[in-house]
């Protein structure tokens, strides 16, 4: 079988996606022997400008979110030149930490000031995931991506085996329409996620005993119970609107869900779910009482949306589609040419 021609691009992030899909080499060396990686600046020291002389690219893997102008021709060139583009980690597929920035209000100081002589990237005015700026055939969330899932993306995508128990495994938590193509080697319908569907509570192990919630707890400064659930100990624990597929990663070690795996296939806004889940517990009907637990839970924006403000985030402004984000990109490149 001829070796597959892949790309990895991280925009802006941390790179601990790029390292998830290394972790997979030093496991197994398949995706070495069966893929042939023609660009990844991170590994190989490809520049951008090399894409041109780069042959058809079968599948890409982008990681991190769109904030700069860089990050934005990269997208668009990888999608021009892809057969498969693959959307990987929390920031390509939902704005991820850096599309906090969206939440900034125009009256909020600039969170920071930058050496006017240091050579900056140019910025964008917002933040988008990389589906925000061109089609997407696949979704890998997670920050970063569990190495089971990358492993399944892999074998399936690159490798197109379905041999290994890993690969089993894997499917075993993925949406049976998804593991069925898996299993059977062909490729997943386009626009799949590559995660569960319902939410991290759904697999979760931890005992729900209908608690009301009293006060808000922070992890530095409480031990939780090890088997009861993290909510309703007072811990902000997200799992109830939060993508299952990660098998409780953070819940089993006692740390609350964050929503890294973006929301649930069946909530509309993860933040309002929250927040009703939260406000439906309180144990009071005085006002005075309920504005008093209101007012612990501080940046809640920032708490439910941390991974996911620019796509999933139904309180910001609809972003543009890839149709208008495309003619307003042109009439830039228009302008800046003329
Ligand atoms: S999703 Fe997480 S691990 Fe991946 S680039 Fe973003 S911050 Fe880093
Ligand atoms: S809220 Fe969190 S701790 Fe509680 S059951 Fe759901 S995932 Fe588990
Ligand atoms: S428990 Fe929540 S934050 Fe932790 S890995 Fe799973 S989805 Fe992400």
Redesign the pocket.
């Given at each position: 079988m001829e070796a597959k021609h892949v790309a990895v691009y991280a925009a802006t992030g941390c790179r601990g996606c790029e390292n998830t899909i290394l972790d997979i080499g030093f496991q197994v060396n398949s995706p070495g022997r069966l893929a042939r990686f023609v660009f990844w600046p991170y590994l190989l020291g490809s520049r951008l400008e090399d894409l041109e002389k780069t042959a058809e690219i079968d599948v890409t893997f982008f990681t991190g979110a769109i904030r700069t102008e860089e990050d934005e021709i990269a997208a668009r060139r990888l999608r021009e030149k892809s057969k498969i583009v693959v959307s990987f980690g929390a920031c390509a597929a939902f704005g991820g930490m850096p599309g906090l920035l969206n939440l900034q209000q125009e009256s909020d100081p600039p969170a920071v000031s930058f050496d006017e002589a240091a050579p900056l990237p140019g910025l964008r005015d917002r933040v988008d995931s990389l589906h925000q700026i061109v089609d997407v055939d696949y979704f890998v969330p997670g920050c970063s991506p569990p190495v089971n899932y990358t492993w399944t993306i892999l074998q399936s995508l690159v490798c197109q085996s379905s041999s290994s128990a890993r690969m089993s495994f894997a499917a075993s938590r993925l949406p049976q329409r998804i593991a069925r193509s898996v299993l059977s080697g062909v490729l997943p319908p386009a626009g799949s996620v590559f995660a569960g569907e319902r939410g991290?509570?759904a697999s979760?192990g931890?005992l729900?005993e209908e608690k009301s919630f009293t006060s808000l707890k922070r992890i530095d400064r409480f031990e939780p119970d090890p088997l009861r659930?993290?909510?309703?100990q007072g811990l902000l624990?997200q799992?109830?609107a939060t993508r299952e597929g990660c098998g409780?990663l953070c819940?089993g070690a006692g740390v609350?869900?964050r929503g890294c795996f973006g929301k649930a296939e069946a909530i509309y806004d993860a933040g309002a779910k929250m927040v009703s889940a939260i406000a439906s517990t309180f144990d009071t009907t005085d006002a005075g009482e309920m504005e008093k637990i209101a007012e612990m839970f501080v940046d809640l924006a920032g708490a439910f949306y941390r991974y996911t403000a620019p796509a999933e985030c139904a309180l910001l402004h609809p972003p543009a589609s890839k149709q208008e984000a495309g003619r307003e990109s042109e009439a830039a490149e228009g302008a800046a040419g003329a």
């Open positions: 991290v509570c979760c931890r729900k659930c993290l909510l309703e624990c799992g109830i409780g819940t609350a869900c």
